[in-house]
């Protein structure tokens, strides 16, 4: 048996797993460390109430002849597509049906498991930086060519993300077979507008590109000028593919359930130029490789279109949203270069001077027990930067800015001054938005 040697061609370890063993050795070192993290996307508030009584209702259904489930449909259960139909998309005036929608376990599996239906011989185009299944998920298919010195691959189309274009990448000059977007992005936290995401659309019609639209964060969106899927643009049902998540919306991070919407529009093309609609490619992978996301899970999803369930992922947003201003206004006050967290759980810092995104994340975790992701692993342009989330209590939220507010850099003493000057005014926005909601929620 011949391996696939492109996992040899890999780094040895995926970013979040190199950054949860750094993790773990901390804390054997420092067996009483009280650790804060705000590394890895994971929420922390609990799954709302109508879930989970939803999700007992299901297990009850298991337990009587008439009522179990056994395999479910592939594609997913005609309850919840219809009802995301419904409500993320026709209630919206956007036209996608229940049958262009196919339930999964997860948008990681979905961006990665996509590369099935396409050639191997794609050229594939991300920004950088960028969530890394993208890149891994495509060397693994064979589609990175090789490693170069700078870290790079050598067939993979990079388009640098850099504050001089406001983290946004360029529609490129040559035309690409595949091309993954996200907004709100992972890991800047910026957001494409309505006049970028025609661009992306027009190019990708232009040049025969498949658009694989990671819309994971879509929920965070709070600017109403902001497009929340790229179905709101004129003429996407033709290019694109949209992968959503339940994960940060609604706490499902543990349960795994999220949607990938493939219109019946949508083609792709042999070696002879004939069209196929990769509606049917991927319903027959689907078919093939999966037998769908978990019947008591799916009730528990479909339990978030009710009106208690909408309220339930306003509040959890609303609260990670003003752990992310929070972290906003309070790194930029600590002397940080501050990026993204208005529409986004994420948050893009830097310290001027300082290049290492690995050396930050190691002083921020040594001399103030705060975990946080290193922009290097998104990219070669995240060189320097560190990601920190929203995700974690308010209270912790807190307690972790005031900790990176006392570290001592070159450039120290001004920064905790500022900080210290920060936290002293009672009429921060940020700050009473969190007391606010941490009062009205008892936590
Ligand atoms: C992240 O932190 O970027 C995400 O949580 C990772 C993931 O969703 O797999």
């Known amino acids: 048996m011949y391996i696939n040697e492109n996992f040899i061609k890999l780094p040895q370890s995926y970013l979040f797993s190199t950054v949860a063993a750094k993790l773990k050795e901390y804390r054997a070192k420092h067996p009483d460390a009280d650790l804060i993290r705000m590394d890895i996307g994971d929420v922390t508030l609990p799954i709302a109430p109508c879930v989970v009584e939803a999700m007992h209702?299901?297990?009850?259904?298991?337990?009587?002849?008439?009522?179990?489930?056994g395999y479910g449909p592939e594609q997913g259960y005609p309850f919840l597509r219809e009802a995301i139909a419904t409500t993320d998309y026709q209630n919206r005036?956007?036209?996608?049906?229940?049958?262009?929608?196919?339930?999964?376990?997860?948008?990681?599996?979905?961006?990665?498991?996509?590369g099935n239906i396409y050639s191997k011989k794609s050229i594939i185009g991300v920004a950088d930086p960028g969530y890394p299944v993208y890149v891994d998920s495509s060397v693994m298919d064979g589609r990175g060519g090789e490693l170069l010195p700078d870290g790079r691959w050598s067939r993979i189309l990079y388009m640098d993300c850099l504050p001089e274009n406001g983290f946004k990448p360029a529609v490129p000059?040559?035309?690409?077979?595949?091309?993954?977007?996200?907004?709100?992005?992972?890991p800047t936290g910026t957001v494409f507008t309505r006049d970028e995401l025609t661009r992306w659309v027009e190019y990708a019609r232009r040049n025969k590109t498949l658009i694989i639209y990671d819309s994971a964060y879509e929920a965070f969106v709070q600017d109403p000028e902001i497009p929340r899927s790229i179905y709101e643009i004129e003429g996407a049902k033709e290019v694109a593919i949209e992968v959503r998540s339940f994960s940060k919306t609604a706490g499902f991070t543990g349960l795994r359930c999220g949607?990938?919407?493939?219109?019946?529009?949508?083609?792709?093309?042999?070696?002879?130029?004939?069209?196929?609609?990769?509606?049917?490619?991927?319903?027959?992978?689907?078919?093939?490789?999966?037998?769908?996301?978990?019947?008591?899970?799916?009730?528990?999803?479909e339990a978030l279109y009710t009106p208690e369930g909408r309220e339930a992922i306003k509040k959890n947003i609303d609260i990670y949203l003003s752990n992310a201003r929070y972290i906003r206004q309070a790194m930029e006050k600590a002397g940080f270069e501050v990026f993204g967290g208005e529409n986004s759980p994420y948050v893009w810092v830097k310290r001027r001077g300082e290049e290492d995104s690995w050396k930050l994340f190691e002083k921020i975790l040594h001399e103030a027990e705060v975990s946080s992701t290193p922009g290097i692993g998104f990219g070669e342009?995240?060189?320097?930067?560190?990601?920190?989330?929203?995700?974690?209590?308010?209270?912790?939220?807190?307690?972790?800015?005031?900790?990176?507010?006392?570290?001592?850099?070159?450039?120290?003493?001004?920064?905790?001054?500022?900080?210290?000057?920060?936290?002293?005014?009672?009429?921060?926005?940020?700050?009473?938005?969190?007391?606010?909601?941490?009062?009205?929620?008892?936590?």
């Open 57 to 69: 209702r299901a297990v009850d259904d298991m337990a009587s002849a008439e009522t179990f489930h």
């Open 93 to 114: 005036g956007i036209d996608i049906s229940a049958d262009d929608i196919f339930i999964s376990d997860g948008a990681k599996s979905d961006l990665g498991n996509l």
């Open 259 to 301: 949607y990938t919407v493939v219109p019946k529009e949508l083609k792709g093309y042999d070696r002879e130029g004939n069209e196929y609609p990769l509606h049917q490619l991927w319903n027959r992978r689907q078919s093939t490789k999966f037998n769908g996301a978990s019947y008591i899970i799916q009730r528990g999803a």
């Open 173 to 186: 000059e040559r035309g690409v077979d595949v091309l993954f977007l996200c907004s709100p992005c992972n």
């Open 381 to 443: 342009c995240g060189a320097g930067y560190i990601r920190l989330t929203g995700f974690n209590s308010p209270e912790n939220t807190h307690k972790a800015m005031e900790r990176v507010s006392k570290i001592k850099f070159d450039d120290a003493s001004e920064a905790t001054e500022n900080f210290t000057a920060f936290n002293d005014v009672k009429n921060i926005k940020a700050i009473d938005v969190l007391d606010d909601l941490t009062e009205k929620l008892g936590l």
